[in-house]
T-cell receptor
Framework: KAGVTQTPRYLIKTRGQQVTLSCSPI?????VSWYQQTPGQGLQFLFE???????NKGNFPGRFSGRQFSNSRSEMNVSTLELGDSALYLC???????????FGSGTRLTVV | GQQLNQSPQSMFIQEGEDVSMNCTSS?????WLWYKQDPGEGPVLLIA?????ELTSNGRLTAQFGITRKDSFLNISASIPSDVGIYFCAFGGTSYGKLTFGQGTILTVHP
């Protein structure tokens, strides 16, 4: 079966712009989580969605937001981009939010 | 918040050698996970541990859930060049969808 698909793979944006990243989970998976990975902070949890509802949120500013659609596909949005938002953004899906998460290949965001 | 201490930070070994890395925490967890991340890719789950004392193997990989539930180790036997990557320990099961990761161990294997 197809894995977790993230688009786009690479993105370059300018400070102050906003960006939307997309994640298509494995078919049948209803839980989608997002992570930010940077060399300095490692893998940091952003938020989790299940059946279109945000169930959990990490410690990130309000500029980071997300949503989930009825087909379980998810998007995350970052507004007013800052240089420090440059990172690999990873999406992971599971059937119900248990530990067996499968990660996508990520979107590499560079803010200039 | 809850944190994991993963060591070593990096390892440089010769092909064929065995490797060991571990994670410790001040908190008790119900689940330990070990992931591997290749450059430019997302982490891939290697082994999941759900019971204290549990010892689980996956090919050349062996991981154990510590008896105190505060630590775990991962061993790789007879390393090969494709073992190169970053290995992460992680715990879950404390809140919806959230995995907390260690800092990672960067493994380099010299042929």
């Amino acid at each position: 079966k197809a894995g977790v698909t993230q688009t786009p793979r690479y993105l370059i944006k300018t400070r102050g712009q906003q960006v939307t990243l997309s994640c298509s989970p494995i078919s049948g998976h209803r839980s989608v989580s997002w992570y930010q990975q940077t060399p300095g902070q490692g893998l940091q949890f952003l938020f989790e969605y299940f059946s279109e509802t945000q169930r959990n949120k990490g410690n990130f500013p309000g500029r980071f937001s997300g949503r989930q659609f009825s087909n379980s596909r998810s998007e995350m949005n970052v507004s007013t981009l800052e240089l420090g938002d440059s990172a690999l953004y990873l999406c992971a899906s599971s059937w119900g939010g248990e530990n067996g998460y499968t990660f996508g290949s990520g979107t590499r965001l560079t803010v200039v | 918040g809850q944190q994991l201490n993963q060591s070593p930070q990096s390892m440089f070994i010769q092909e064929g050698e065995d490797v060991s890395m571990n994670c410790t925490s001040s908190s008790i967890f119900n689940t330990w996970l070990w992931y591997k991340q290749d450059p430019g890719e997302g982490p891939v789950l290697l082994i999941a541990l759900y019971k204290a004392g549990e010892l689980t193997s996956n090919g050349r990989l062996t991981a154990q859930f510590g008896i105190t539930r505060k630590d775990s180790f991962l061993n790789i036997s007879a390393s090969i060049p494709s073992d190169v990557g970053i290995y992460f320990c992680a715990f879950g099961g404390t809140s919806y969808g959230k995995l907390t990761f260690g800092q990672g161990t960067i493994l380099t294997v010299h042929p």
